[in-house]
């Protein structure tokens, strides 16, 4: 089994090939060959918006996790936040 498939298989994160990523400007995290998981990267004209300057070997792409529940986690309500 592929690294990307065992990524796959621990949970509702699902990668999905490259060339079918959003290129509307939409908040994705990206999978970099050598560099790992890219956060919040977007497709901004004719190329990704990332940390990464200058390379393009990605390989993949996934939506953000969502936030945790907050209220679900903690039993008491944090207000503070």
Request: charged fraction near 30%; include cysteine; glycine fraction near 6%.
């Amino acid at each position: 089994m592929g690294f990307i498939s065992k990524i796959q298989n621990k949970g509702e994160e699902v990668w999905k090939p490259i060339e079918t990523a959003p290129r509307d400007g939409t908040i994705v995290d990206l999978f970099h060959k050598t560099a790992g998981r890219i956060v919040d990267s977007w497709w901004d004209d004719d190329c990704w918006v990332t940390t990464l300057e200058g390379d393009e070997a990605y390989s993949h792409w996934m939506l953000p996790p969502c936030n945790p529940d907050w209220e679900h986690i903690h039993k008491e309500p944090i207000d503070d936040l």
